[in-house]
């Protein structure tokens, strides 16, 4: 593969990514699937297919994982000429009765989302919990794919990507994976792993396997990569949080497409996070898009942001995950609206700790400067 090759075709190499996205423009963000807004995101996907809103939608994206109270739930849609022709979960709750549950509701919802061509869809009897996951994570899947509108759309198309992108950790059996990549004008440049198993025989399996893991992704381009012989657990962690991280390259690049058909000039190609901030009036596309940082981990759980931007601007900002159990609940409760209201009002991650809740508030705010880098301000 070229360096010169967008990286969109480069990520084509994998069975599980994003290529080229013309991305659906009617489509809402929303957090709350139930809301009118994914319901029209039904509508939307049809009259792309039937060409009303622009080029057809093809390709595949992983929303975001959302967790239940009996674990996480994560879907992957792959969608040809405008229309969902495939959903998957990438995570599901497991263990006891949920394995039972997991494999009665699962299947269901996949289909649900083929025919609703949506988020909106019913919750399977008996399956509450797995079925308000799998909702979230399905329209974070339709957000993803709005965020990149314009991906391949007039000047678009040459787009050059660059910067450091760090997928969603991957829950496994014997801990969490994050995978980190370096994109240098398209083309993956490096690899690592924030965080992988460890203690025990995780220790000598995590230090075989992820060396490999890191060269397979540079030499291939793709999440398209073997597991590792002994270490099957670390590689499909290792390769869910990899497709994360593409995704929210070619969320980048999308960004960045939008902005070009609505400024004068092309805009500039996205720069490493700790140099990606534009000085006010400096004509540079303003980032668009909805954008979720990385998890962190607290002493008391893990804390992690989504934030919608608009015209460079912070419009939205809310918890995917935060500490709860005992008495954080109450902490999580009145600290959380505070930090998401504070984000909006300062435009940044500079803001003020909660009172009572210091260690919630450092996780969030770190988790929304992780998120503040992906949208490159």
């Known amino acids: 593969m070229k360096k010169s090759h967008p990286l969109r075709r480069v990520v084509l190499a994998g069975a599980a990514t994003v290529s080229g996205i013309v991305l659906l423009l009617s489509l809402k963000p929303s957090s709350d699937p139930g809301s009118a807004q ?3 995101a039904g509508a939307a996907a049809q009259e792309a297919a039937q060409g ?15 967790q239940t109270q009996y674990g996480a739930v994560q879907v992957r849609v792959t969608v040809s000429n405008g229309k969902i022709t495939k959903a998957e979960t990438v995570q599901a709750p497991k263990g006891g009765q949920s394995d039972r549950i997991t494999a009665d509701a699962v299947p269901e ?10 988020a909106d869809i019913d919750a399977v009897s008996g399956a509450t919990f797995t079925s308000e996951g799998y909702k979230k994570s399905l329209q974070s899947a339709i957000d993803k794919m709005k965020a990149s509108a314009g991906a391949s759309q007039g000047a678009a198309g040459t787009a050059q990507v660059s910067g450091t992108f ?11 994976v994050q995978v980190r990549i370096t994109v240098s004008n398209n083309q993956i440049t490096k690899a690592e792993t924030v965080q992988a198993p460890k203690g025990g025989q995780s220790d000598r399996i995590t ?41 929210k390259a070619n969320a980048s690049a999308g960004a960045q497409g939008s902005g070009a058909q609505e400024g004068s000039t092309a805009p500039e190609a996205p720069k490493a996070p700790e140099a ?21 981990q607290t002493e008391y759980g893990t804390v992690q942001v989504r934030i919608t931007v608009s015209g460079g601007k912070i419009t939205k900002a809310e918890t995917v995950q935060a500490p709860k159990g005992g008495q954080s609940d109450q902490i ?37 400067q992780s998120a503040l880098d992906q949208a490159g301000g």
């Open 38 to 40: 994914a319901a029209g």
């Open 207 to 247: 230090a075989d396997a992820v060396p490999k893991l890191n060269q397979a992704v540079v030499t291939k381009q793709s999440p398209d990569i073997d597991v590792v012989s002994g270490a099957t657990y670390t590689s499909t962690g290792y390769k869910q949080s990899l497709q994360s991280a593409i995704d």
């Open 166 to 176: 760090e997928g969603d950790a991957a829950q496994t059996q014997y801990g969490a």
């Open 109 to 118: 919802l996949n289909q649900a989302a083929l025919t609703a061509q949506s």
């Open 332 to 368: 999580t409760a009145n600290a959380v609206p505070k930090l998401n209201q504070a984000a909006v009002a300062a435009g940044s991650a500079d803001i003020d700790a909660v009172s009572g809740a210091t260690y919630t508030s450092g996780g969030y705010k770190e988790s929304l």
């Open 52 to 66: 009303g809103a622009g080029a057809a939608v093809s390709g595949a994206i992983t929303g975001d994982a959302s």
């Open 276 to 296: 990606s901030k534009a000085p006010e009036g400096s004509g540079n596309a303003q980032a668009g898009g909805t954008f979720t940082g990385e998890a962190v």
